[in-house]
């Protein structure tokens, strides 16, 4: 299994929309997760962090299942500004607790008119 | 602007040549990180170093890469003798703390480095 796998999409919704997205990765001992959204061309930024079974905030809701090691995140009424690459993020396997992230390869999320 | 500072944006050098690459981390962080993007694929970890201080180089290429933060200055990535697969976006991150932190990095804008 990859560290950190995820389905890359396109994913291609009207506005309003739900979506959701899968990540699944292979280091058991990982205690947290994040979601980062990267726009086109421009640096990755922190949309979620999780740490323990799930995180909300406003329209977006990360999930975590540590027994089937899978991590999701729905984004409710999506909005034309969602359109961005989504990255599972998952400190890298070894126990290092510093900034040495592996960074999934990304969901292409479209939201259309 | 208190963020990751990066420069420059867009790089172009011809195959044998060298490419610096400058960080500056946001304010009042010390530790900095080097990710490198290449076309269609996910970021991938480099280097991670401290002021002076190397601290895991396990994802640099064994040759042509080298990396420092110096006690004064940015950090600098530098390629020499690039060759055309070194074409890719190299994005530096920060933190306000090493071992022990989980939380967010901070990313600049990246380097976009075009071998021709």
């Known amino acids: 299994r990859k560290e950190v796998e995820q389905d890359p999409g396109p994913f291609n919704v009207p506005e309003g929309a739900t979506v959701a997205f899968n990540c699944t990765y292979s280091?058991?001992?990982?205690?947290?997760f994040f979601w980062y959204r990267q726009d086109c061309r421009k640096e990755p930024k922190l949309l979620m962090s999780?740490?323990?079974s799930g995180n909300e905030d406003g329209r977006f809701t990360a999930q975590l299942n540590r027994a089937s090691q899978y991590i999701s995140l729905l984004i409710r009424d999506s909005k034309l500004s969602d359109s961005a690459t989504y990255l599972c993020?998952?400190?890298?396997?070894?126990?290092?607790?510093?900034?040495?992230?592996?960074f999934g390869q990304g969901t292409i999320l479209t939201v259309h008119p | 602007n208190a963020g990751v500072m990066q420069n420059p944006r867009h790089l172009v050098r011809r195959r044998g040549q060298e490419a610096r690459l400058r960080c500056s981390p946001m304010?009042?962080?010390?530790?900095v990180y080097w990710y490198r993007q290449l076309p269609e694929e996910g970021l991938k970890f480099m280097v991670y170093?401290?002021?002076?201080?190397?601290?895991?180089e396990s994802g640099m290429p064994k040759e042509r890469f080298s990396a420092e933060f110096p006690k004064e200055g940015p950090s600098i990535l530098r390629i020499q003798q690039v060759v055309r697969g070194d074409s890719a976006a190299y994005f530096c991150?920060?933190?306000?703390?090493?071992?022990?932190?989980?939380?967010?990095?901070?990313f600049g804008e990246g380097s976009r480095l075009t071998v021709l």
């Open positions: 991150a920060s933190s306000p703390r090493g071992q022990g932190y989980t939380g967010e990095l901070f």
């Open positions: 280091n058991s001992a990982s205690q947290s």
């Open positions: 999780v740490y323990s």
């Open positions: 993020v998952v400190p890298v396997a070894g126990g290092t607790s510093y900034g040495k992230l592996t």
């Open positions: 304010k009042g962080h010390s530790h």
């Open positions: 170093l401290q002021k002076e201080n190397i601290i895991d």
